[in-house]
């Protein structure tokens, strides 16, 4: 009987494990309009063509976000960005936006004038952590995929595949939704696609 009890106990982790380790990932585009996203009021910068989501500065240059509608604890979001023209300053706000939200940064930084992909922004603190080895991976006039996760406070990042950063934040905020960021006082294009979510 404890070795049957004990073999359940072994299965029920492995799945667990395994679950962790691939999550069930969930469309949340469907590649034809703003269905599962809040779009902004008086719209211009977002458009939907073919599959892709597209976003580009207007002439006064302000910024925008495109939130979901849904919010999120712990999950891992992965997409596909290919960035357009300009200097490209964008990137993924987990869990909302402010100072106990970091954002994964897609692209130039605007205060350090480099790239600085893959790594989290955080507001009054900058950049706390770099990604590693963003200049051998990423691919400047390609499509790259995107994978981000938050567990708690732990935020870990992979691009194209590759780990690339781990980032552990204190008084972290630990709901809210997914963000993609459209940088203002900028002159830049950016475009998404198979975006998906899972919860872990």
Same mark, same amino acid.
């Given at each position: ?27 949340? !585009? ?44 712990? !999950? ?125």
């Amino acid at each position: 009987m404890r070795i049957q009890i004990a073999l359940l106990l072994l299965l029920c982790f492995g799945c667990a494990v395994n679950k962790s380790d691939n999550p069930k990932m969930k469309s949340v !585009f469907n590649g034809k309009n703003f269905e599962n996203w809040i779009e902004p009021e008086n719209n211009i910068w977002w458009t939907v063509n073919d599959g892709i989501l597209h976003v580009k500065n207007g002439p006064d240059k302000k910024g925008s976000i495109l939130w979901t509608e849904e919010e999120f604890e712990d !999950f891992v979001v992965q997409l596909d960005f290919k960035m357009g023209d300009g200097t490209v300053d964008s990137g993924i706000f987990m869990r909302g936006d402010g100072a106990d939200a970091p954002q994964i940064q897609i692209g130039e930084s605007g205060s350090l004038k480099r790239d600085m992909t893959a790594s989290p922004y955080v507001p009054k603190q900058s950049y706390p952590v770099e990604a590693e080895g963003i200049k051998d991976i990423l691919k400047p006039k390609d499509w790259n995929t995107m994978k981000a996760q938050a567990i708690g406070n732990v935020y870990t990042v992979w691009l194209n595949g590759k780990k690339v950063m781990t980032y552990t934040m204190e008084n972290a905020k630990l709901k809210g939704p997914i963000g993609l960021q459209l940088h203002p006082s900028r002159e830049m294009s950016i475009s998404f696609k198979n975006i998906s979510v899972a919860r872990l």
